[in-house]
């Protein structure tokens, strides 16, 4: 059987390139055969697929940024890589994947396949950039791609907001392999043993200041430790996020980590009291993922990709965005409660065995794959 190729474009940093290599890794390569196109810059690690065979890469200027010459540069090398390859389907991922992957699909009438992980237009607190970013998804929805929402909400948006026909719009919720080995750290560990977790880098999405703020209101009453994972060179807030911490005389309390391994995640995540998230909205966060996975209960903002995860008073507690004494309150509860902590954390195993078991999951983007393929197969035959 002839296999099906698939071009992904990206720009592979953060829940973007691990959602990319979870699919390289359980996809099944008698049947698939991947190639990868990304940033110059985004990764140093290498792409494998299921077997440890190493994936074929490019690397084109592609970048978080809006920059016209480099965007251009990305669409036409990226151009010029799918007509070498003859992919029979492109899978764009991200927001600026999303860009270059559907204009080069258009160009060379190849399928596209595209996965937000989170919309553009949702990522800026300026009414005239969220218009602007919102008429280009609105643009490039009516080219030949279909959108593979990464949770419902994201689907919904899809429908609602963007404008997508419903035979577009495709659900394949991000899954990942159970975690059965928990590494010993590979970093010095500098926080005491109680804390509670989060990932994300301090940027207008994660709301991170607002998460010290309600650690502020929470060290009143109960000592608790923050450690904050995932402070890399994209951290756009990050001088206002120390700023904060300076001001409100909280350096003690909180831990600030650069980028590590997931292995390091995965064993700062296990032996938190609880993961916390503020975030603005999510596409359907990997971290909050990995804690159901571990047992770890959730106090989450109730937006985008959280409340797609997080069921209220059963795996955690959703909260309103920017609801200081709720968040206080509920992070207050799941510390003193071990009645509570001890529930809240089998319904989160329940919850990831149920619904985000990527070897279980694997089969339903198979078949996506695999149908979007025939549809072009059909098409070039007509």
């Not at 010459?69 to 764009?92: G, M």
């Not at 602007?132 to 959108?147: D, R």
């Not at 529930?343 to 919850?351: D, P, R």
């Amino acid at each position: 059987m002839k296999k099906i190729k698939i071009a992904h474009v990206l720009h592979s940093v953060g829940g973007v390139d691990v959602s990319l290599r979870l699919i390289l890794e359980n996809t099944n390569p008698t049947e698939f055969d991947n190639i990868v196109i990304h940033g110059i810059s985004d990764t140093k690690d290498f792409f494998y697929d299921k077997n440890r065979n190493l994936v074929k890469e490019y690397k084109v200027p592609i970048f978080r940024k809006i920059a016209i010459v480099n965007d251009f540069t990305s669409i036409v090398k990226t151009y010029r890589i799918i007509k070498k390859e003859k992919p029979h389907l492109i899978h764009s991922h991200s927001a600026k994947g999303g860009v270059i992957g559907r204009i080069v699909g258009i160009l060379t009438r190849i399928p596209v396949v595209h996965t937000p992980q989170a919309f553009s237009y949702l990522s800026s607190n300026s009414t005239i950039k969220k218009a602007v970013f919102l008429w280009i998804e609105k643009l490039l929805s009516k080219g030949n791609s279909i959108l593979l929402a990464s949770s419902k909400s994201e689907m919904d948006r899809a429908l609602n907001e963007v404008g997508f026909n419903k035979e577009n719009v495709v659900l394949f919720n991000n899954a990942i392999r159970p975690i059965v080995v928990i590494d010993e750290l590979a970093i010095k560990k500098t926080w005491p043993e109680n804390y509670i977790c989060t990932v994300g880098r301090p940027s207008y999405q994660k709301n991170i200041e607002f998460m010290i703020r309600v650690l502020y209101e929470i060290k009143k009453t109960t000592n608790i430790h923050l450690v904050v994972m995932g402070v890399g060179p994209v951290s756009e807030n990050l001088d206002s996020v120390k700023s904060l911490i300076k001001e409100l005389d909280m350096s003690t309390e909180i831990t600030l980590l650069n980028w590590t391994d997931r292995t390091d995640v995965f064993n700062i995540i296990n032996g938190a009291k609880f993961y916390i998230s503020t975030a603005r909205y999510e596409g359907l966060p990997y971290s909050i993922i990995e804690s159901l996975a571990l047992s770890i209960p959730c106090i989450v903002s109730d937006c985008d990709g959280n409340r797609d995860l997080i069921k209220n008073n059963f795996n955690g507690y959703l909260i309103k965005e920017n609801d200081t004494l709720d968040f206080k309150e509920k992070c207050i509860k799941l510390l003193n409660d071990e009645e509570i902590h001890i529930e809240l954390s089998k319904n989160a195993k329940k919850s990831f065995d149920k619904d985000f078991n990527i070897l279980k999951n694997i089969i339903y983007l198979e078949a996506i794959y695999q149908k979007q393929s025939d549809l072009k197969y059909k098409k070039s035959h007509k």
